[in-house]
Structure formats: C-alpha cells, structure tokens
C-alpha cells in the first residue's frame, strides 16, 4: 500500500499538531495494516514513535511521547492519525508513517521488517 503522511508545520513549543496518513491509490486502504510512525533527526537514526494494531485495539509509545502523543486510527476514513500535544524543540524531526501486515508485535516498534510500506514523511518544527 502506498501511503501519504500529511499535517506537519512549525510550531512553538507547547503547542499541537495532529498528523495524518491515509492509502493514497483508488481502492488502497490502511484497513488491516498494522502502522507505525517514526521520526528521522537531522544527523540521527530513524526511531520509533508509536504503532497501532490493525483492530486499533494494541498501540505501543517511545518512553519520550508518552503522555504527549496518541496514535489513533479511523479506519472508515482510511487514515492513521498521530495526535502531538506539548511539543518540545526536541520533538523536530521528519515523521513518516509505516504500515505491514501480520500479528501485531514488538517488531513493529523497529524501523524495519515487518514494515513495508512508509510514506514520504512530512517536516515537524517545533521552535523555543
């Protein structure tokens, strides 16, 4: 599936920004994806930020956006969402989402394997 991340911007610190991913392509669907969103630093390592099952029953956080994030899924609209509450300087970074199939485990809070479909990532700035 292919998909699309949208809804990143520049903010200040403390604010909020909900991201979405949606199945771009007629008749594509993130309906029984298992999803993730990551996020890629300038100079780091892609790392996760959290994953939903494909029931949206299961989700899993980094220990940093606990509290802060919530992932969420509509899957009526066909769209994974990433709400992003008191976001910090640190929080900058390009997020992408990710989606793969199968049983929802805890490879799916690795950039890898079972992932294998991510979308093109959209820019989160968040200034002091």
């Known amino acids: 599936v292919q998909l699309q991340a949208s809804g990143g911007g520049l903010v200040q610190a403390g604010d909020s920004l909900r991201l979405s991913c949606t199945a771009s392509?007629?008749?594509?669907?993130?309906?029984?994806?298992?999803m993730g969103w990551f996020r890629q630093a300038p100079g780091k390592e892609r790392e996760f930020v959290a994953a939903?099952?494909?029931?949206?029953?299961?989700?899993n956080y980094a220990d940093f956006v606990k509290g802060r994030f919530t992932i969420f899924r509509d899957n009526a609209k066909n769209t994974v969402y990433l709400q992003m509450n008191s976001l910090k300087p640190e929080d900058t970074a390009v997020y992408y989402c990710?989606?793969?199939?199968?049983?929802?485990?805890?490879?799916?809070?690795?950039?890898?394997?079972?992932?294998?479909?991510w979308g093109q990532g959209t820019q989160v700035t968040v200034s002091s």
């Open positions: 939903i099952s494909w029931s949206g029953y299961s989700s």
């Open positions: 990710a989606g793969g199939k199968g049983p929802y485990t805890s490879d799916y809070q690795r950039p890898s394997a079972p992932y294998d479909s």
């Open positions: 392509g007629s008749g594509r669907t993130v309906s029984g994806y298992n």
